[in-house]
């Protein structure tokens, strides 16, 4: 957002808008989001964080209505992040990704299996907001909302890289369009055994589409199974792209390609410091 100087709109949005007085102040900025695509999109997705956070409509409603007094429930929607963990190391590894996760309205669901230990797995990590399954009880369910009690579920794998604002951009996306699955069709990628990181998909951001990448996309709970929840999950892991979703009539739509590297798990921060927003 660039604008003219203004104390109120530098007071209301600080930062995210563009805005100076003279020519001299604004051009080394306007220079720099022009022809630095990272710090374009940066200022871009941070105005959209800040006005679909704080500034719609609904927000000066509830501002009017908590200067008289009115208490209304939180609308904001409500994410299950989920995972497979194949000994307590993993269930750890888990948790600090969910713990990382910048959105509040958020649960998290790990599946294990029935390997030596596991009760005490099931002792020690259940809380609140993390619970701890035995993967074999999943063939009793055939609702993803019996399971997974919020409106959305992210499957994810430690194999890949999430930033901290990667559930954030999702869930806001959910805020402006009408969709069964919201992902990244264009996402981020390490080659094998480098710290080369490849663009995928180019161009295919903040549009409809056919196919998304089942660990860097959300699921409506509303979504059908056509079967056991196990028999759901196997398939998506299994065949990770999510094409034939599509032509069974689902929705999809890709938004954008930030805070997430496919195979990016062991990439150090200065690797991932262009991709993180």
Not at 123 to 140: A, F, G, H, K, V
Not at 159 to 180: Q, R, T, V, W
């Amino acid at each position: 957002m660039i604008s003219n100087y203004s104390k109120g709109i530098k007071t209301l949005f600080k930062r995210i808008v563009t805005a100076g007085e003279t020519k001299e102040e604004l051009k080394p900025i306007l220079t720099k989001l022009f022809f630095d695509e990272y710090e374009y999109r940066k200022n871009s997705i941070q105005g959209i964080r800040e006005v679909y956070q704080h500034h719609l409509y609904e927000h000066r409603i509830r501002k009017i209505l908590s200067y008289l007094e009115i208490d209304i429930l939180d609308q904001d929607k409500s994410v299950t992040i989920c995972g497979f963990a194949k000994s307590e190391n993993e269930v750890k590894q888990l948790i600090e990704l969910f713990q990382k996760q910048s959105y509040s309205q958020k649960k998290l669901v790990i599946f294990i299996s029935n390997y030596n230990g596991f009760e005490n797995i099931l002792n020690q990590y259940n809380q609140e907001n993390c619970q701890i399954i035995l993967w074999s009880y999943m063939n009793q369910y055939y609702k993803l909302s019996d399971i997974f009690s919020s409106d959305y579920v992210s499957f994810v794998s430690l194999n890949h890289y999430y930033g901290e604002n990667y559930l954030l951009d999702l869930m806001i996306a959910e805020k402006y369009l009408k969709a069964d699955i919201i992902g990244k069709e264009n996402y981020y990628e390490r080659e094998k055994d480098t710290d080369v990181i490849m663009e995928k998909q180019r161009d295919a951001e903040y549009l409809y589409t056919n196919n998304l990448f089942v660990y860097a996309s959300i699921f409506s709970t509303t979504l059908k199974t056509n079967g056991s929840i196990q028999s759901f999950i196997d398939q998506l892991v299994s065949n990770p792209l999510l094409d034939s979703l599509f032509e069974q009539g689902v929705v999809m739509y890709s938004s954008d390609k930030y805070n997430f590297v496919k195979n990016g798990r062991k990439l150090t921060s200065d690797a991932v410091k262009r991709i993180t927003i």
